[in-house]
Nanobody
């Protein structure tokens, strides 16, 4: 099993960013993909999850209206897009796999993780 994320991104404030997470080695539609991030000096923050089987999403309230999760089953790739970026969005973004539909951060339930994508928001 592997989750391979796209490379580092640098954006100006107000812009958008889209990060990918390509899954391999398992049936993509059989597991949820969660997105979490870690800002410098901070703990992990759960952003939400997507069910690749039907595209159903759950978003943390903090990100409602600014974040969109999508999944392309033809390429086994999940995406997170974050808009209206601000400096506080500077963080390492991770995708992870879980077989449970949990609300909130449940890192013990994530069995595989992507390698992380650094997103930096700076003018």
């Amino acid at each position: 099993v592997q989750l391979v994320q796209s490379g580092a991104e640098l954006r100006n404030p107000g812009a958008s960013v889209k990060v990918s997470c390509k899954a391999s080695g398992y049936t993509f539609t059989s597991y949820y993909i969660v997105w979490v991030r870690q800002a410098p000096g901070q703990g992990l923050e759960w952003m939400g999850r997507i069910d690749p089987e039907d595209g159903g999403t759950k978003y943390a309230q903090k990100f409602q209206g600014r974040v969109t999760f999508t999944a392309d089953t033809s390429t086994s790739t999940a995406y997170v897009e974050l808009s209206s970026l601000r400096s506080e969005d500077t963080a390492m973004y991770y995708c992870a796999r879980t077989d449970g539909d949990y609300w909130g951060l449940r890192r013990d339930e994530y069995d595989y993780w992507g390698q992380g994508t650094q997103v930096t928001v700076s003018s």
